[in-house]
């Protein structure tokens, strides 16, 4: 994509929001304050968990809520997405609304005369450093563990295209969390199932200016990955609004080339 005109401020102004659980009985409950965005943010990134059950009619209502704001909108699907099987459908009605829905794949996108590339996969859970879920034993847990690593495999290289693109700030977009800072307040016996270590690894390997995810109903919003990038958990009942906004800095790098240093 050609980068639109310059903008004085060189900042990308991002609003996120995730675990907004839609269906009919909550049609228009978010347009007010969706149709503000274009006057504060530059995109809207949706973390999962957009319907309650996973069904068409709930779907229809999200796309209700955001078709034809003013900013692009980037989604990924969480597990309540994909709970009753229609996942595609869902997808389907989402794009058919305009919304870039993403599992394991990149979007660039023309923000303040440069470029902004959001990787997004749901991910899926299995634990963190040191207390986590192996590829050993059974099928059932081998196949549990490989989904969870081809889910950070496919953030990896979506994260990579996107840093090759030369792009000024570089999104990782989930619905599990990477890290455990960000579920702090949700009970440490669940945090094997609410996200997986290799996400954050993911992101570390291939560099990224921020990560954003939802899932965690009790967690917390702030945390970071062992190698400084932020991370956001911006699931609704965390954030207590209709979305969060972040502020990041524009860096432009060559393609290829090495990320800069974490920006605080």
């Known amino acids: 994509m050609t980068p639109g005109p310059a903008r004085k401020d060189a900042v990308v102004r991002v609003a996120a929001v995730g675990d907004i659980h839609l269906s009919p009985d909550c049609s228009g409950l978010l347009r007010p304050a969706f149709e503000t ?9 949706l973390a999962g968990d957009l319907t309650r059950h996973g069904v068409v009619p ?22 309540h997405d ?6 595609a459908d869902i997808t389907r009605v989402l794009t058919d609304a305009g919304v870039t829905v993403l599992e394991g794949e990149q979007v660039v996108l023309p923000v303040a005369g440069d470029k902004v590339g959001v990787a997004g996969v749901k991910g899926f859970c299995g634990g963190f450093a040191g207390r986590s879920a192996g ?3 059974e099928r059932e847990m081998k196949d549990f563990v490989r989904t969870a690593r081809r889910a950070a495999e496919g953030l990896h290289r979506a994260l990579a295209e996107v840093s090759a693109d030369g792009c000024g700030v570089r999104i990782a977009l989930t ?12 009970p440490v016996e669940i945090y094997p ?3 997986s270590y ?11 200016d921020l990560a954003v995810h939802g899932h965690a109903h009790l967690g917390t919003e702030h945390g970071m990955t062992a190698g400084g990038i932020r991370v956001r958990n911006v699931a609704q009942p965390v954030i207590g609004k209709a979305f969060a906004l972040y502020h ?17």
């Open 193 to 195: 199932f609410l996200g």
């Open 58 to 79: 709930e779907a229809k209502v999200v796309a209700g809520e955001v078709r034809g704001l003013g900013v692009p909108v980037v989604a990924v699907l969480g597990n």
């Open 82 to 87: 994909y709970h009753s099987g229609r996942e």
């Open 248 to 264: 990041l800095p524009l860096a432009a790098r060559p393609p290829g080339g090495a990320p800069p240093a974490h920006r605080t």
């Open 37 to 45: 965005l274009p006057l504060c943010a530059d995109l809207l990134l």
């Open 198 to 208: 290799l996400l954050a690894e993911a992101i570390d390997g291939a560099g990224a």
């Open 135 to 137: 590829e050993f034993g």
């Open 175 to 186: 619905h599990f969390a990477p890290v455990p800072d960000t579920l702090a307040g949700e």
